[in-house]
């Protein structure tokens, strides 16, 4: 932050950068909301559980400022950001790919899930097969369920395909003990 | 002579064949990881977090440890041969190392590097080992009043004085410390800041912290920018091996490197951006060969920066360790590591629990060699890695993500928030936000709030216990310098050069 382009020409207020500043003055906003929200027990005089939220709020409301000062003044975004022009279709294919992806991963289970994000990303970054993707998709859905179900222990909601694989993978261990 | 003996027990520790076996497997996803664009040790280590349910401590701190010193060599693979820094602290090593692999040189910048890594990696590690009991010995005698001033302290270092902006770098770390407090109060039993959602009770996890900036975050950034240009593979040429010559100009960069390095990291303010571009400057001062710098690739303005960053990821162990202050994004997940544990780092560590702190001390030096081997003899295998196609690659990440994720609780919720921070993280890293204090801010808050009821129920309330101690005032001093200084400094600069010939807009 350069405060000293106020004496060149005048400089031109950052609408993204204003608008920035403005969502954290709100999200100050709702820290304070939250913490008089906080019932505070008379017996906890001394540090309550509202003093450390206090100072966050104070602490976000006067940065809050100091960005909206510094939008005001033209702005702190790189050049080259600045520069780049957004791809909002690849960006929003991507974003639909993690909201159908958190939509149906109770209903289909996560690895149909994980294929239909996969094969969305993939076609927001630009790669046009899509039965490839899927292949791949399956793959590493099932590598990263398996993985983390059963080599962590995580456990991860099991639609159809976990379902019939576990029973499947559980029967060939049995085996293989015997 | 102490610290011989614990080592001795250390070694004996890190070299069961299981051990072994940990730091295998850590180094080398370690190494693909920091090869791999989009993808840090720290996500990785918060993915593999659930992991601490599962296996000994020893067993998940020398996989952690090794991911975290292999993605410093793997940074540097990416950074020399696709000129697309993986981390901040290998930015530097871009600026040389792919100038010499354009002009044919990749090879021997590969192998400064590698090697570079290695000895500041150990001379690092051996710094740990015996800096850290002195350090303890240190911290015994530290009050809560003194641990919540040395906390004050490295939240401004982190977020205020590295970075390129104090206001915007303080803004990430309050947004952490908002996420820090979601969740019941430990202390009171109340609830704060849930919104009166339930889901909210038991607090944001680190994981979906970490996962929706890092992940989704990136994954949103990278396809916004479809249109900015790509960078190209430099195909890898060049013997591996490096000349006399080249290894004349190597070894004192690798050793200014790491003393730079070392201690800046140690410092409770870490980053290893600042130690990289100090010893960049060196370098590039005292080289013989000046006129490589900026044009064919300069060998010393590889050797240094890179042993400065590897020595500088060893010193954050330190406080790290010693006194359960983390001070990059890693080893704040590291910390929250520690805590599901139910182990808390800090100057106890180093009698409570000797067999892990010294076990992992010594595999960070089973590591370092395994990895010299991995990152030279094997560099085709990661080259490789990099050919990944950029669609595959994000989706991929994201699988792993949301199953990392949606593990934890198997609640949509989680997914939610993921998609949110996501779209913070795409934000932040278009408008210069640094990352890393959200996750510092979240998971250290709770503890400053922590220590400071504590001083403050000893001294009944006095607030003067924070500037009545010497050490707790000193810290404060600092951490008020750290925030104010550079702004003083730099207008003082300003009135200087702008002296009655100023040119408008010349600044």
Same mark, same amino acid.
């Given at each position: 932050?350069?405060?000293?382009?106020?004496?060149?020409?005048?400089?031109?207020?950052?609408?993204?950068?204003?608008l920035i500043?403005?969502?954290?003055?709100?999200?100050a906003?709702?820290?304070?909301?939250?913490?008089l929200?906080?019932?505070?027990?008379?017996?906890?005089?001394?540090?309550?559980?509202?003093?450390?939220?206090?100072?966050t709020?104070v602490?976000m409301?006067v940065?809050?400022v100091?960005?909206?000062?510094?939008?005001?003044r033209?702005?702190?975004?790189?050049?080259?950001?600045k520069?780049?022009?957004t791809?909002?279709?690849?960006?929003?294919i991507?974003?639909?790919?993690?909201?159908?992806?958190?939509?149906?991963?109770q209903?289909?289970?996560?690895?149909?899930?994980s294929?239909?994000?996969?094969?969305?990303?993939c076609?927001?970054?630009?790669s046009?097969?899509?039965?490839?993707?899927?292949?791949?998709g399956?793959?590493?859905?099932?590598?990263?369920?398996?993985g983390?179900?059963?080599?962590?222990?995580?456990?991860i909601?099991?639609?159809f395909?976990e379902?019939?694989?576990?029973?499947?993978?559980?029967?060939?261990?049995?085996?293989?003990?015997? | 002579m102490?610290t011989?003996?614990?080592?001795?027990?250390?070694f004996?520790?890190?070299?069961?064949?299981?051990?072994?076996m940990w730091?295998?497997?850590?180094?080398?996803?370690?190494?693909?990881?920091?090869?791999?664009?989009?993808?840090?040790?720290?996500?990785?280590?918060?993915?593999?977090l659930?992991?601490?349910?599962?296996v000994?401590?020893?067993a998940?701190?020398?996989?952690?440890a090794?991911i975290?010193?292999?993605?410093?060599?793997?940074?540097?693979?990416?950074?020399i041969?696709?000129?697309?820094?993986?981390?901040?602290?290998?930015?530097v090593?871009?600026?040389e190392?792919?100038?010499?692999?354009?002009s044919?040189?990749?090879?021997?910048?590969?192998?400064?590097?590698?090697?570079?890594s290695?000895?500041?990696?150990?001379l690092?590690?051996?710094?740990?080992?015996f800096?850290?009991?002195?350090?303890?010995?240190f911290a015994?005698?530290?009050?809560?009043?003194?641990?919540f001033?040395?906390?004050?302290?490295?939240?401004?270092?982190?977020?205020?004085?590295?970075?390129?902006?104090?206001?915007?770098?303080?803004?990430?770390?309050?947004?952490?410390?908002?996420?820090?407090m979601?969740g019941?109060?430990?202390?009171t039993g109340q609830?704060r800041?849930?919104?009166?959602m339930s889901?909210?009770?038991?607090?944001?996890?680190?994981?979906v912290?970490?996962?929706?900036?890092?992940?989704?975050?990136?994954?949103?950034?990278?396809a916004?920018r479809?249109?900015a240009g790509?960078?190209?593979?430099?195909?890898?040429?060049?013997?591996?091996?490096?000349?006399?010559?080249?290894?004349?100009?190597s070894w004192?960069?690798?050793?200014?490197g790491?003393?730079?390095?070392?201690p800046i990291g140690?410092?409770?303010?870490g980053?290893?951006?600042?130690?990289?571009?100090?010893?960049?400057?060196?370098?590039?001062?005292?080289?013989?060969?000046?006129?490589e710098?900026?044009t064919?690739?300069?060998?010393?303005?590889?050797?240094?920066?890179?042993?400065?960053n590897?020595a500088?990821?060893?010193g954050?162990?330190?406080?790290?360790?010693?006194?359960?202050l983390?001070?990059?994004?890693?080893?704040?997940i590291m910390?929250?590591?520690?805590q599901?544990?139910?182990?808390?780092?800090?100057?106890?560590?180093?009698?409570?629990?000797?067999n892990?702190?010294? *076990?992992?001390i010594?595999?960070?030096f089973?590591?370092?060699?395994? @990895?010299?081997? &991995?990152? !030279?003899?094997? +560099? %085709? $295998?990661?080259?490789?890695?990099?050919?990944?196609?950029?669609?595959?690659?994000?989706?991929?990440?994201?699988?792993f993500a949301?199953v990392?994720?949606?593990g934890?609780?198997?609640s949509?919720?989680?997914?939610?928030?993921?998609?949110?921070?996501g779209a913070a993280?795409?934000?932040?890293?278009?408008?210069?936000?640094?990352?890393?204090?959200?996750?510092?801010?979240m998971?250290l808050?709770?503890?400053?709030?922590a220590?400071?009821?504590?001083?403050?129920?000893?001294?009944? *309330?006095?607030?003067s216990?924070?500037?009545?101690?010497?050490?707790? @005032?000193?810290? &404060?001093? !600092?951490?008020f +310098? %750290? $925030?104010?200084g550079?702004?003083?400094?730099?207008?003082?600069?300003r009135?200087?050069?702008?002296?009655?010939?100023?040119?408008?807009?010349?600044?």
């Amino acid at each position: 932050m350069s405060t000293s382009d106020q004496q060149a020409a005048r400089p031109r207020l950052a609408v993204p950068e204003l608008l920035i500043g403005i969502g954290l003055l709100a999200c100050a906003g709702a820290v304070a909301w939250q913490t008089l929200s906080i019932p505070v027990s008379p017996l906890y005089s001394k540090v309550g559980p509202t003093v450390f939220p206090y100072i966050t709020m104070v602490g976000m409301t006067v940065l809050s400022v100091l960005l909206i000062v510094a939008a005001l003044r033209g702005g702190w975004q790189p050049e080259e950001e600045k520069e780049t022009p957004t791809d909002w279709k690849a960006m929003g294919i991507v974003a639909v790919g993690l909201v159908a992806n958190l939509v149906l991963i109770q209903p289909l289970g996560f690895t149909a899930a994980s294929v239909i994000m996969f094969v969305l990303i993939c076609h927001g970054f630009g790669s046009r097969r899509p039965l490839r993707d899927v292949l791949l998709g399956l793959i590493l859905a099932l590598a990263a369920y398996f993985g983390f179900a059963r080599a962590l222990g995580v456990n991860i909601g099991a639609g159809f395909i976990e379902n019939q694989l576990n029973t499947v993978l559980d029967s060939i261990i049995r085996m293989l003990r015997v | 002579m102490e610290t011989l003996g614990h080592l001795a027990h250390g070694f004996s520790v890190a070299f069961t064949p299981v051990n072994l076996m940990w730091c295998l497997l850590g180094t080398t996803l370690g190494t693909a990881i920091g090869v791999l664009p989009g993808l840090g040790p720290a996500l990785t280590i918060a993915l593999l977090l659930p992991i601490t349910y599962q296996v000994a401590p020893e067993a998940s701190f020398i996989l952690f440890a090794g991911i975290y010193y292999g993605a410093m060599y793997g940074g540097s693979t990416t950074s020399i041969l696709l000129n697309t820094p993986g981390e901040s602290a290998t930015i530097v090593t871009a600026l040389e190392g792919n100038r010499m692999a354009r002009s044919g040189r990749g090879g021997a910048a590969l192998a400064t590097s590698a090697i570079g890594s290695f000895v500041a990696g150990t001379l690092g590690t051996l710094g740990v080992a015996f800096l850290a009991p002195v350090v303890v010995k240190f911290a015994l005698s530290f009050g809560p009043a003194e641990y919540f001033s040395l906390m004050v302290l490295a939240f401004i270092t982190v977020s205020a004085v590295l970075g390129s902006s104090s206001v915007r770098g303080l803004t990430s770390l309050f947004a952490g410390f908002v996420i820090g407090m979601i969740g019941v109060d430990l202390q009171t039993g109340q609830p704060r800041f849930t919104f009166g959602m339930s889901q909210l009770l038991d607090g944001v996890d680190v994981i979906v912290v970490a996962v929706g900036l890092f992940a989704v975050g990136e994954t949103l950034y990278m396809a916004s920018r479809r249109y900015a240009g790509k960078d190209e593979i430099v195909p890898l040429r060049g013997s591996l091996y490096m000349t006399a010559a080249e290894w004349a100009r190597s070894w004192k960069a690798w050793l200014r490197g790491t003393l730079l390095g070392f201690p800046i990291g140690a410092l409770p303010a870490g980053g290893a951006e600042i130690p990289t571009f100090l010893s960049y400057a060196i370098e590039k001062k005292l080289s013989k060969h000046k006129e490589e710098f900026g044009t064919v690739g300069a060998i010393e303005g590889v050797a240094g920066p890179e042993a400065a960053n590897n020595a500088s990821a060893a010193g954050v162990l330190v406080p790290m360790l010693t006194l359960g202050l983390p001070t990059s994004a890693t080893a704040a997940i590291m910390l929250s590591a520690f805590q599901s544990y139910g182990i808390n780092p800090g100057p106890m560590l180093f009698m409570t629990q000797a067999n892990l702190v010294w *076990g992992l001390i010594a595999s960070l030096f089973i590591a370092n060699v395994i @990895l010299v081997i &991995l990152n !030279l003899p094997l +560099i %085709g $295998l990661w080259v490789r890695l990099l050919k990944i196609p950029a669609p595959q690659l994000y989706a991929g990440i994201l699988v792993f993500a949301t199953v990392g994720t949606y593990g934890i609780s198997q609640s949509p919720t989680d997914l939610v928030i993921l998609s949110l921070l996501g779209a913070a993280g795409c934000l932040m890293r278009r408008f210069d936000f640094p990352t890393a204090p959200v996750i510092i801010g979240m998971i250290l808050w709770p503890l400053a709030e922590a220590q400071f009821r504590r001083a403050m129920t000893i001294s009944n *309330g006095d607030w003067s216990v924070f500037y009545k101690h010497p050490l707790s @005032l000193t810290l &404060l001093t !600092l951490a008020f +310098i %750290g $925030l104010v200084g550079p702004h003083i400094y730099a207008y003082v600069e300003r009135r200087r050069l702008r002296g009655p010939e100023h040119v408008p807009g010349d600044a």
